[in-house]
């Protein structure tokens, strides 16, 4: 291990062995702890001893020798489990030094809602106490993303939720301060649970953030449009983004999840099904519409018209997504 430095292990699963993510700010792929040491003797089995007490009692511990001690602090989720565990190792009577920030997250495919734990609104947005909540939807935390290598890829990791699903990437987020910020992000599916289960590990100061210039330019063009513009991730039906929010009276759906219509919600997702699955009269470029009602706490139905394209058409290699349009039907 890297002298004087905090480790990052990832327990995103009771049933997996914990895996060890970053040295530092080196990024491990999902190593051995028991490599995590260059020293001899018993320093591995310590780290996976002090990493097994935080996960069973949530709480920081430590395994000292005369000579050394393992410093385990757990890193929380939503739920109260530990997600991760930040480990730091030195001599008996030294001082730790300061910790990277790091942080757990949830998804659950059920709900399509987004579970922080504890600091990681602080963390990834600088965000003010006042406004930090525990619940997202997907598309307020896409919607600070300016720059996610490997979105395709983490996108159906999540869709496909298998035993052994995981992804690890970096994330540019911009936070409530107008700044980028870039995160090692970590995530593995938990398809018992239904959850995809995550960390974030702060990286800035090491690594530059470098904003997808294509993913700004797409925004842009939305904004001049006078529908609303989403981003359909196509196994869930899930609207994970949106670069320009529907007009009235479908403002609230940039940052809530409506209750949809049952009939059309099984319409939306049939439609979604068979764009998934290659069907040749929904992969071209011909926009399907869709006629939608929607209702918000403490609403009525509103209806709404909607046209949905599959983003593979002219993009070949790009699956599992599409580009919906939404606008009033009173608007028509």
Request: with cysteine; charged share 30%.
């Amino acid at each position: 291990m890297s002298h004087d430095d905090w480790l990052l292990i990832e327990t995103l699963g009771y049933e997996r062995r914990p895996t060890l993510v970053a040295d530092g700010v080196r990024v491990r792929d999902w190593a051995n702890p028991l490599r995590a040491q260059r020293e001899p003797g018993d320093v591995g089995r310590r780290i996976l001893e002090v990493v097994r007490r935080c996960v069973e009692t949530v709480s920081a511990a430590t395994c000292s020798t005369e000579e050394s001690v393992v410093l385990g602090i757990p890193v929380r989720c939503a739920f109260g489990a530990v997600h991760g565990v930040q480990v730091w190792v030195g001599a008996a009577d030294a001082t730790p030094p300061p910790r990277r920030g790091a942080a757990a997250w949830d998804w659950d495919a059920d709900t399509q809602m987004a579970k922080h734990g504890p600091g990681l609104e602080e963390l990834a947005w600088r965000r003010a106490p006042a406004e930090v909540r525990v619940t997202r939807t997907p598309p307020e935390v896409f919607g600070t993303m300016v720059g996610f290598d490997g979105r395709i890829d983490y996108m159906a990791m999540v869709r496909e939720m298998k035993v052994d699903g995981r992804w690890q990437g970096e994330v540019d987020m911009l936070g409530d301060d107008d700044r980028v910020r870039r995160f090692q992000m970590i995530a593995r599916a938990n398809p018992v649970a239904r959850r995809t289960q995550g960390l974030v590990h702060e990286v800035t100061d090491v690594r530059e953030p470098r904003p997808d210039p294509a993913l700004s330019m797409m925004r842009a063009v939305s904004r001049r449009a006078r529908t609303g513009i989403g981003f359909v991730e196509l196994g869930f039906g899930l609207i994970y983004e949106w670069p320009k929010p529907p007009p009235p009276p479908l403002e609230r759906w940039a940052t809530e999840r409506p209750d949809l219509h049952p009939d059309d919600a099984a319409a939306f997702l049939a439609v979604c099904g068979r764009m998934l699955k290659d069907d040749p009269e929904f992969t071209t470029d011909e926009a399907h519409r869709l006629r939608l009602r929607l209702r918000f706490a403490g609403t009525d139905w509103i209806e709404a018209c909607a046209e949905l394209v599959h983003n593979r058409s002219g993009q070949p290699g790009i699956t599992g997504h599409g580009l919906l349009r939404v606008w009033p039907e009173a608007a028509e």
